[in-house]
């Protein structure tokens, strides 16, 4: 839950602050006995005080020192030019808005950090939440799809050809890709590279776009375990990293993050216990949303691999949404800034708030992407689903026989799964889907566009 900051507590601190005249360090506050807090909790309440406009740090050597905004004074003006630039940014909780302000410090105003594992330690699935019950609420309401109760991942395959262009496009883009909504188009569609791209931009996207695929369609298989999250990695990673060998596998070397003062762990035997931590609590988690919601905050912050966490996060957080059928998060519209932002307030603070600000407008964006797509979804058809794979093999058993799809050719290929009283009913689905098979969806069945082609040349004769 998010830190009820006391305004007394507040009122106390900027009192401390007043006794120096000449600006007081952070050092110097944790040595006051007035301060009988810890340094994360007077970090987070020096940062309450700088959102606010009460105390400015100001930087003199290798120190920031904190000096009260006298009554009246215009000392706070810069922040609000700042605000009024027009960075585009997501609505901010006041705690959001806190983490923004510390984070938005010079590097050498912000105390260096390490992984906390009483971080992890304070979490305990389906009893603590990131997300509140109201908001989880929202969220289920804006995310439901109208094959909510069909098997795992139907909604995301049936907008499949949106998702990846969304998808790649976006996430590719809060690591600074450049490439256009359209050239992923044009890239995803139809293999055209963009001109002037480089070779690394390409590769980024196209890893996107397996890496989606392999979610969406191996969806009966994929969960939030170990080996789906290294296999996702070994998908995004592919081509990008200077040591192939660190593909698809935990780091066994120090990392350090850019424009952070956060130091993952080092060593490899603690990443790989705590990797598998954290994907066994996050396994445990019931709600879709708030397992989401884990999996973006823990994997970057471990930093199990020795590159593209984050990518690996933004995906994996789609994982229990598509396997709930509920709309997925594309990240659209997403600012890069307040996303670094909200992620270096996890790195160097270990608090969720402006993440959570970025995830509910991400999510909210995303939902508006697809409410067109989802209204113009057909209900699924349950007898088909109920015998999706029996109709795979049916249609592949008689395509690789080269017999024409007559009713008797249908009922002498009946698998032995198909119900007495459904067989009827079957083999009118079988004729149907030979009716719209051609060389182009024989994929759907197992079967290749030549060997179908192969096929309706012998049966045409």
């Known amino acids: 839950m998010p830190k009820i900051v006391v305004t007394s507590d507040l009122d106390a601190l900027v009192q401390c602050i007043s006794d120096f005249p000449d600006g007081v360090s952070l050092d110097m506050l944790r040595a006051s006995p007035r301060n009988a807090v810890s340094?994360?909790?007077?970090?987070?309440?020096?940062?309450?005080?700088?959102?606010?406009?009460?105390?400015?740090?100001?930087?003199?050597?290798?120190?920031?020192?904190?000096?009260?905004?006298?009554?009246?004074?215009?000392?706070?003006?810069?922040?609000?030019?700042?605000?009024?630039?027009?960075?585009?940014?997501?609505?901010?909780?006041?705690?959001?808005?806190?983490?923004?302000?510390?984070?938005?410090?010079?590097?050498?105003?912000?105390?260096?950090?390490?992984?906390?594992t009483d971080f992890l330690n304070a979490y305990h699935p389906n009893a603590t939440w990131y997300l509140p019950e109201k908001l989880r609420g929202q969220l289920h309401a804006m995310g439901r799809s109208p094959v909510d109760a069909a098997p795992a991942g139907t909604f995301a395959r049936d907008i499949l050809g949106r998702l990846l262009i969304d998808l790649s496009w976006a996430s590719s883009r809060l690591e600074g890709n450049t490439y256009s909504r359209l050239d992923t188009e044009r890239l995803i569609q139809f293999g055209e590279v963009a001109e002037?791209?480089?070779?690394?931009?390409?590769?980024?996207?196209?890893?996107?776009?397996?890496?989606?695929?392999?979610?969406v369609q191996d969806s009966q298989r994929v969960a939030v375990n170990a080996d789906t999250v290294i296999a996702l990695h070994a998908l995004l990673s592919d081509g990008l990293l200077a040591d192939p060998l660190a593909c698809?596998?935990?780091?066994?070397?120090?990392?350090?993050?850019?424009?952070?003062?956060?130091?993952?762990?080092?060593?490899?035997?603690?990443?790989?216990?705590?990797?598998?931590?954290?994907?066994?609590?996050?396994?445990?988690?019931?709600?879709?949303?708030?397992?989401?919601?884990?999996?973006?905050?823990?994997?970057?912050?471990?930093?199990?691999?020795?590159?593209?966490?984050?990518?690996?996060s933004r995906l994996a957080a789609n994982i229990p949404l598509v396997a709930a059928n509920l709309s997925p998060l594309s990240?659209?519209?997403?600012?890069?800034?307040?996303?670094?932002?909200?992620?270096?307030g996890v790195y160097e603070m270990c608090q969720v708030d402006l993440l959570r600000d970025v995830f509910v407008q991400a999510y909210e964006r995303s939902c508006q992407q697809y409410l067109a797509v989802r209204s113009q979804l057909v209900p699924p058809d349950t007898f088909r689903l109920r015998y999706r794979l029996a109709l795979a093999e049916t249609v592949r058993a008689i395509v690789q026989s080269d017999h024409p799809a007559t009713e008797t050719v249908v009922r002498?290929?009946?698998?032995?799964?198909?119900?007495?009283?459904?067989?009827?009913?079957?083999?009118?689905?079988?004729?149907?889907?030979f009716k719209s098979l051609h060389?182009?969806?024989?994929?759907?069945?197992?079967?290749?566009?030549?060997?179908?082609?192969?096929?309706?040349?012998?049966t045409s004769k």
């Not at 216990?273 to 471990?302: K, R, T």
């Not at 002498?412 to 889907?433: C, I, M, T, W």
């Open 39 to 116: 340094a994360r909790t007077l970090q987070r309440r020096l940062a309450d005080l700088v959102a606010q406009g009460r105390i400015v740090p100001q930087r003199e050597w290798r120190n920031v020192k904190y000096r009260v905004v006298p009554a009246g004074s215009a000392v706070a003006l810069p922040a609000l030019a700042a605000t009024a630039s027009g960075e585009p940014y997501v609505p901010l909780s006041p705690a959001g808005a806190a983490i923004k302000a510390y984070v938005r410090q010079p590097l050498q105003a912000r105390r260096p950090v390490g992984y906390s």
């Open 196 to 215: 002037g791209k480089d070779a690394l931009e390409t590769q980024m996207i196209l890893n996107h776009k397996q890496a989606i695929e392999y979610l």
């Open 248 to 312: 698809g596998r935990l780091r066994h070397t120090a990392v350090e993050i850019g424009g952070s003062v956060y130091r993952p762990l080092a060593l490899p035997q603690p990443i790989e216990d705590l990797f598998g931590i954290v994907l066994g609590m996050a396994a445990e988690i019931e709600d879709a949303f708030e397992q989401s919601f884990f999996l973006m905050v823990h994997l970057p912050y471990l930093q199990p691999f020795l590159d593209v966490n984050k990518r690996v």
């Open 331 to 344: 990240f659209i519209d997403v600012p890069e800034r307040a996303y670094v932002d909200a992620m270096l």
């Open 412 to 433: 002498s290929h009946l698998p032995k799964s198909v119900a007495a009283e459904d067989q009827a009913r079957f083999v009118q689905l079988v004729g149907d889907e």
């Open 439 to 458: 060389a182009g969806n024989a994929v759907r069945f197992g079967l290749r566009p030549l060997e179908f082609s192969a096929w309706l040349k012998i």
